[in-house]
């Protein structure tokens, strides 16, 4: 029998800076998901980099929580032929 998952809260309080992740957290009216490096965590809160911008997210919002595997290289830019 396997023990339970950790409840998302904890993973990311144990989580090294720098962990790639993505978390699930309530907004008004349903729910987003942020993806990016997990580089702060302080009083409540956990903030995520993503692409566009680092995310402040209170933890009890929190409904899910995990690591992911790194981006996969970008794909060179295509050529058009003559």
């Known amino acids: 029998m396997s023990s339970p998952l950790p ?3 904890q993973f990311l309080a144990a989580a090294p800076l720098g962990t790639r992740v993505v978390v699930r957290y309530r907004i008004d009216g349903g729910l987003t998901d942020a993806l990016g490096e997990l580089v702060n965590r302080a009083d409540g809160v956990c903030i995520v ?3 566009r911008s680092d995310v402040v997210i209170a933890l009890p919002l929190v409904v899910a929580a995990k690591e992911v ?3 996969p290289p ?3 830019p295509r050529v058009q032929a003559p």
């Open 49 to 51: 980099r993503t692409r």
């Open 7 to 9: 409840l998302p809260q």
């Open 69 to 71: 595997p790194p981006p």
């Open 74 to 76: 970008r794909r060179a």
